[in-house]
């Protein structure tokens, strides 16, 4: 007997309709609270719904804690049993699920593990705020999920950026400025914490003179959370005055670039000096990024190869 959820309704699912076939994995994705526990337990005949129906087989529940059984059974629910699994116990786990597969049980896999979904699942259900967001064909659901993702990290790296301070654990210079505030900057043009791999991005860093200084030049660089430098520049590379300023004058300088990074952490160091290297102020690391993506890139640079390729006798 198939797998069914005729118009079920126990918080936080609502109405939900969806089916699975025998002989199938369906990898279930989605944010915690989207009701994917709630699904599992009401395939495993663990909970009643409130309102619809549910058409299942004799379940089998494995919650997080428990032991991996994955003897034949027609249904077998998984709820992030496999992340206490070494290498070896997830390649066995990854076979026996194959056989059960193809015996005709019917598999429901709860994970956040998208290499895991991406190997077993046949189908993926995408299940956002108690509803079926999308369902098909695994690669397609989680680059769909990913996007997903980026969007709302992005979207908390602008609530979240008010409450970053700029900190150095390494400040020097001789004083005669003082930089003030740094902001990075998305492309429409608020503050934020978080980048999109690929988007129009600025560095906005405000500098206020407590000397004259003839020929200041204020800097920055980008370095990974390793330290590794990824990205430096300056006013007087760019060749851009800031000078003379006077005692007391505030200056903003805004670096703007398409912020071509791979997904991960990174942190700013600034400084403003004199164009011979002498510092006014320099903050080593004193504000932390990340960039988000909607696809996996290993490195630092996203360079957005075009991949082509032709057939040659």
Known sequence: MALAFRRVTRVPLLDFDAAAPDGVVIGVIGDNGSGKGTLLHLAAGLAKPEAGEVEHPPARFLGPDDALDLSPAPLIAVEHTFGYLDAFERHRAMLELDQRRRGGATILLVSHDEGLISRVADEVWWLHQGRLAGRGDPQEMLSAYRKHVAERVRAWGQTAVANRA???????????????????????????????????????????????????????????????????????????????????????????????????????????????????????????????????????ANLRAHVSFSRRE
Request: some cysteine.
């Open 166 to 300: 700029m900190t150095s654990q390494w400040r020097r210079g001789d004083g005669r400025a003082e930089i003030l505030r740094i902001e990075t900057i998305g492309e429409n043009g608020c503050p934020t914490m978080v980048w999109r791999s690929g988007e129009l991005a600025a560095v906005k860093v405000t500098v206020r003179f407590r000397e004259a200084v003839s020929d200041p030049v204020v800097g920055i660089m980008i370095r990974t959370r390793i330290g590794l430098n990824v990205y430096g520049t300056n006013t007087e590379l760019e060749r851009l005055k800031l000078g003379p300023c006077a005692a007391g004058e505030t200056l903003a300088i805004t670096f703007a670039f398409r912020c071509e990074l791979c997904p991960q952490e990174y942190a700013l160091t600034v400084a403003s000096h004199d164009p011979d290297g002498l510092w006014h102020d320099w903050l080593e690391d004193a504000v932390a990024f990340s960039v988000a993506d909607t696809r996996y890139t290993a490195g630092v």
